[in-house]
């Protein structure tokens, strides 16, 4: 039996990780003493850097006050106005925020509250979603079978709902045929979008639910101009609603509030977590339409759902702080300039890399895409874990950043996901893309010997 080094149940189950012992701004302080630049804020999470004394003070301000009152009996001051804040200008329509723990909890209830919906409406036929292959919803069972992460999924397989059914996603760089325009992809992905509809039985399609930017299974992936309105179409000439996932993509990360507002179009029902709170907390929320919630409030008047921590009055405390902290401090238009810095910078170093295939991104949200040859796009030797290595190389010259593999088909393609903190200076996005390319040209001079 080897040796145990750690009773936490990690990850991995052979290694225990180094010990985050501190962190401010964009770094992060290991017990080995390595100040190691957060390039990727974790998993697109840290939005605000670590330590922000603003929503540090906000906690405990509120820890002081309340921590914890459950929503079966009392709200919280923190939670009405988070609310507020999120919703109270009813973005696109989405009138109602309910808050959960993380993007999982958010997309369960998106899906629950869909279901919900149309059975308040007279319509309980409607029970089929779909989703896209080559995206991530989340781990939780319902989660996992909406989204089209085929690694992550076959495990559990045999556990997971037939209600969901996938589609070619909106990936030109491996999905775009040779010759074909933009419009013409749209149209062919509109046009499988509506034989899905047709095949399941038009009115028995509850909603059709995707990510705007697709985050880890893909790798910052934006869709074609007009995509979004052709796929909003199909759901509203079907009667069917438009569940987006902006967990990832979400609350400023592409340089907008909400991703969906650079695509001329507007959910139904939104999930966001990660830049919610920015870590300072576990939270995520569902954003629902008034037209949803006023038909189950004219119904049966509760949605059939819920969690312990719904609206955890510290959570809502954090993430208000963290909303607030963007506003007053302009960082949508932080987020603009160095995205463009961050585009510019990547571009300069893997543009004519002979094993970058692919840069691609929006805001402060971006990724490049490995491949063994550029002109076949022909993606590394999956059993090389490239992605796992460059992780690996990247975190011993202090830099975080968040690899992935089966970038293609859940199998084959590994590329690099940045998403640095807003408050990253341009110096910073300067260091982060020269480390990356340290890491990248070292990995890769070990793997072609």
Request: glycine letters at 12%; a neutral charge; one cysteine or more.
């Amino acid at each position: 039996m080897a040796a145990r080094t750690s009773r936490v149940l990690h990850r991995s189950l052979r290694e225990t990780p180094p010990k985050a012992i501190g962190g401010e701004g964009v770094y992060l302080f290991a017990e080995d003493g390595r100040r190691i630049i957060d390039a990727s804020g974790g998993a697109a999470v840290s939005c605000l850097g670590h330590q922000h004394p603003r929503v540090i003070a906000a906690m405990a301000k509120q820890a002081a006050t309340l921590a914890y009152a459950h929503t079966a009996f009392f709200s919280s001051e923190p939670a009405e106005a988070l609310a507020e804040v999120l919703v109270g200008h009813e973005p696109g329509g989405l009138a109602y925020a309910y808050f959960v723990s993380g993007g999982s909890e958010a997309i369960e209830a998106s899906i629950k509250l869909a279901r919900q919906y149309f059975i308040e409406r007279g319509e309980p036929q409607r029970q089929h979603f779909i989703a896209r292959r080559q995206s991530y919803h989340g781990n939780t069972l319902g989660a996992l079978a909406a989204g089209g992460n085929a690694w992550r999924r076959a495990p559990y397989a045999p556990l997971l709902s037939a209600a969901f059914s996938h589609v070619t996603p909106a990936f030109a760089y491996h999905e775009k045929s040779e010759g074909e325009s933009d419009a013409q992809f749209v149209a062919r992905l509109a046009a499988e979008l509506e034989a899905e509809f047709q095949r399941l039985g038009p009115g028995t399609v509850a909603a059709f639910l995707a990510e705007p930017v697709v985050g880890a299974t893909a790798g910052a992936v934006t869709a074609p101009d007009g995509y979004f309105k052709a796929m909003r179409e199909i759901c509203d000439r079907h009667g069917a609603l438009l569940i987006l996932d902006e967990v990832m993509c979400g609350m400023g990360r592409t340089g907008t509030t909400h991703a969906w507002e650079q695509e001329g179009v507007a959910p139904d029902i939104q999930a966001i977590a990660k830049g919610l709170g920015g870590g300072y907390q576990p939270i995520g929320a569902m954003l629902a339409s008034g037209k949803i919630v006023d038909t189950i409030r004219a119904g049966s008047g509760a949605f059939q759902h819920g969690h312990t921590y719904l609206a955890h009055p510290l959570a809502c405390a954090a993430a208000l702080a963290v909303q607030n902290v963007i506003r007053e401090d302009g960082l949508l238009d932080q987020v603009r300039e160095r995205g463009r810095q961050l585009e510019q910078r990547l571009t300069e170093r893997f543009g004519n890399h002979r094993h970058v295939g692919d840069i691609r991104g929006r805001g402060l949200f971006w990724a490049i895409e490995l491949v063994a040859d550029r002109a076949s796009r022909t993606s590394f030797d999956p059993a090389l874990k490239l992605h796992q290595k460059i992780k690996a190389e990247a975190l011993a010259n202090g830099l975080g950043c968040y690899p992935g593999g089966g970038t293609v088909d859940g199998v084959r393609g590994d590329h690099v996901l940045l998403a640095p903190p807003y408050i990253a200076s341009a110096d910073e996005i300067d260091l982060i893309v020269d480390r990356l390319g340290t890491a990248v040209d070292n990995v890769l001079r070990s793997v072609n010997h």
